[in-house]
């Protein structure tokens, strides 16, 4: 028989003139949609997961994100976002490397296994005598 293709939705940037205004009810509606049958893709720029955010508290069975430096900060509005959709496994890819900060490394670890720590303070007490001594003796 045929194979059941999944539907895939990308949302670009959307911006906020009129246009643009009628492209994102559209893009709405078909997020609802997506929601509502039994897809298994779907493919959206992170401003779309912001503005969406609501209507995909569906829970996942991966959620890969591309562009992963931008989540290196765990106090932004798009990491609480994305961090609160409910997955079984994540996945953070970038072509950027992460600065030698704790704070971006534990974002990221975090971001991609919730449950390793369980705060940043833990991670810390773990790591920064680590670190220091690594930049010691280096």
Same mark, same amino acid.
């Given at each position: 028989?045929?194979?059941? /293709?999944?539907?895939?939705?990308?949302?670009?940037?959307?911006?906020?003139?009129?246009?643009? #205004?009628?492209?994102?009810?559209? *893009?709405?509606?078909?997020?609802?949609?997506?929601?509502?049958?039994?897809?298994?893709?779907?493919? *959206?720029? /992170?401003?779309?997961?912001?503005?969406?955010?609501?209507?995909?508290?569906?829970?996942?069975?991966?959620?890969?994100?591309?562009?992963?430096?931008?989540?290196?900060?765990?106090?932004?509005?798009?990491?609480?976002?994305?961090?609160?959709?409910?997955?079984?496994?994540?996945?953070?890819?970038?072509?950027?490397?992460?600065?030698?900060?704790?704070?971006?490394?534990? #974002?990221?670890?975090?971001?991609?296994?919730?449950?390793?720590?369980?705060?940043?303070?833990?991670?810390?007490?773990? /790591?920064?005598?680590?670190?220091? /001594?690594?930049?010691?003796?280096?």
């Amino acid at each position: 028989g045929l194979i059941n /293709y999944p539907k895939i939705i990308y949302s670009s940037t959307l911006k906020t003139n009129l246009k643009e #205004a009628q492209q994102r009810d559209k *893009m709405k509606q078909k997020v609802k949609n997506f929601v509502e049958t039994s897809n298994r893709v779907l493919i *959206m720029s /992170y401003e779309g997961s912001l503005l969406f955010h609501q209507i995909l508290k569906k829970k996942v069975d991966l959620l890969i994100c591309d562009e992963g430096h931008r989540l290196k900060n765990v106090k932004i509005k798009l990491f609480s976002v994305l961090n609160s959709f409910k997955t079984n496994k994540r996945v953070l890819v970038t072509g950027t490397p992460l600065q030698n900060n704790l704070e971006e490394l534990f #974002a990221c670890v975090t971001f991609v296994n919730p449950l390793i720590f369980p705060s940043e303070v833990k991670f810390k007490q773990i /790591y920064i005598g680590r670190v220091i /001594y690594g930049l010691i003796f280096d």
